[in-house]
């Protein structure tokens, strides 16, 4: 028996809205979730009782994504990460979200992009984000770390920068 489809958006409409922004410009971002939740809406009732939902919805995500890469690919992908809240600036969990981070997120080359938000804003495995992207589990494991890497080597470049200023 399946759950009411409202249920489904209300469980999993945050994390898809998380990928899409990962992926998109806020405006392009809005449209691929609201696409992606119409057709999910229709394949809804075919769904297998024991289906991994929120893999099934990052998938259609992914392809309205793509879809709107598609529209217009010289736009600048990911502008918009949600701000962190007043208060928050100071805390450590506050600062990967804020701009710095999320403009090298933005830099990241697009399949390290892709993997990092499928694993850690979708919640996918890497043998499920190796489905979406048609590849192998080893070769989203290592676009995952490189991502993470370059991460990493920025962020330590970005601190040593606020240290001398």
Same mark, same amino acid.
């Given at each position: 028996m399946q759950i009411p489809f409202e249920r489904i958006v209300q469980d999993?409409?945050?994390?898809?809205l998380r990928v899409c922004r990962a992926l998109l410009d806020e405006h392009r971002a809005q449209d691929a979730w609201s696409e992606t939740f119409l057709a999910a809406l229709k394949a809804y009732p075919d769904l297998p009782d024991d289906a991994n $939902?929120?893999?099934w919805l990052v998938t259609i995500a992914h392809r309205k994504a793509i879809d709107e890469l598609r529209k217009n690919p010289s736009e600048v992908l990911a502008e918009v990460l949600p701000e962190t809240e007043v208060g928050q600036a100071g805390r450590p969990e506050a600062r990967?979200?804020?701009g710095e981070l999320?403009?090298? $997120?933005?830099a990241l080359p697009q399949k390290q992009r892709f993997v990092l938000a499928y694993r850690y804003l979708g919640g996918l495995s890497y043998a499920q984000i190796s489905q979406i992207l048609s590849g192998s589990e080893a070769a989203a494991r290592r676009a995952g770390s490189d991502g993470i890497?370059?991460?990493r080597t920025h962020w330590k470049h970005a601190q040593m920068l606020e240290e001398l200023s």
């Open positions: 999993h409409g945050l994390a898809v $939902v929120q893999a990967i979200m804020d999320w403009q090298a $997120v933005k890497k370059n991460l």
